[in-house]
């Protein structure tokens, strides 16, 4: 009896912290969203590693030369339905330090004709500044020696790339793709990747948890309030009488 007094307001409460995170979370998107409008930012030769904290979700402009044979393919990504990758590859910038771009998703079924489009040529990207995605209890360990990415690790992308000796830094930028639908599916259609579009896509699923909780801490505290109900009710206990 009182354990099922106590769970209305343990379920409460938790509902009520959830509702805390809930607030933080948009109001943390909502910070990052002001900076995506900011204007692009233009990347110094080297760049001060322990700004970037400040600087995630900023565009980016970068000019290079792609580093082809430390493609790093990451999968198992889906893009509106279809399965496939997304292809990182390492952009030399002249007299600047290597950094790591995410050019974006390819199918599995195109992936064999990404060595199609590679280019030598300089290429300017825009793009967004991003950190490493934390892995959760399902995301395999990559295995670089054998070219099995599944999360994005910046420091061991970038030690894979060459690491400090080869100027590269650990800076991760996602390419956004600005173009119509019709420009996505027909560079889909050839196996080139397609990047991603300028928007703050962080999991919020605390609103879903404020509702389980409040929908349990309401169901709890209907069930003892019966409990109380039938008990006082029944008949031959010794129950005190309030009549
Ligand atoms: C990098 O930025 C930090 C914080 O602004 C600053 O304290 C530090 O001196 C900078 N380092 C370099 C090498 O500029
Ligand atoms: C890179 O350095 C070379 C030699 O110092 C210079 O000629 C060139 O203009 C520089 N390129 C850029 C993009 O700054």
């Known amino acids: 009896m009182v354990i099922v007094g106590i769970v209305p307001f343990f379920t409460f409460g938790l509902g009520t912290w959830q509702l805390k995170r809930l607030k933080w979370k948009i109001d943390l998107i909502d910070e990052l969203e002001e900076k995506l409008e900011l204007p692009p930012l233009n990347f ?4 001060n590693l322990s700004v970037i904290p400040e600087f995630v979700f900023r565009k980016v402009v970068v000019k290079g030369r792609w580093d ?15 399965h496939g990758v997304h292809v ?3 952009l030399i910038r002249e007299n600047g330090s290597t950094i790591l771009v995410d050019r974006g998703f390819v199918s599995n079924e195109k992936l064999a004709n990404l060595a199609q ?21 399902f995301t395999p360990d990559n295995k670089p020696e054998k070219g099995e990415w599944y999360w994005t690790d910046v420091d061991a992308m970038a030690e ?9 830094q650990p800076v991760y930028v996602e390419q956004i793709f600005g173009g119509h639908a019709g ?3 027909s560079l889909l259609d050839r196996g080139v990747p397609v990047g991603r579009a300028p928007t703050v896509d962080l999991r919020n699923s605390h609103l879903s948890y404020v509702i389980t909780w409040f929908s349990l801490s309401a169901l709890t505290a209907a069930m003892f309030g019966r409990m109380l109900l039938n008990r006082r009710r029944a008949p031959g206990r010794k129950m005190p009488r309030f009549t």
């Open 44 to 47: 110094p030769s080297k760049i």
């Open 117 to 137: 489009h590679q280019t030598d040529e300089e290429v300017g990207i825009l793009g967004m500044l991003r950190t490493s995605q934390p892995k959760n209890s």
């Open 160 to 168: 894979y790339a060459g690491g400090e000796k080869a100027g590269v």
């Open 183 to 185: 420009e996505a599916s």
């Open 68 to 82: 082809h044979e430390h493609t790093m393919i990451f999968s198992p990504r889906v893009r509106e339905g279809v």
């Open 88 to 90: 990182v590859t390492p």
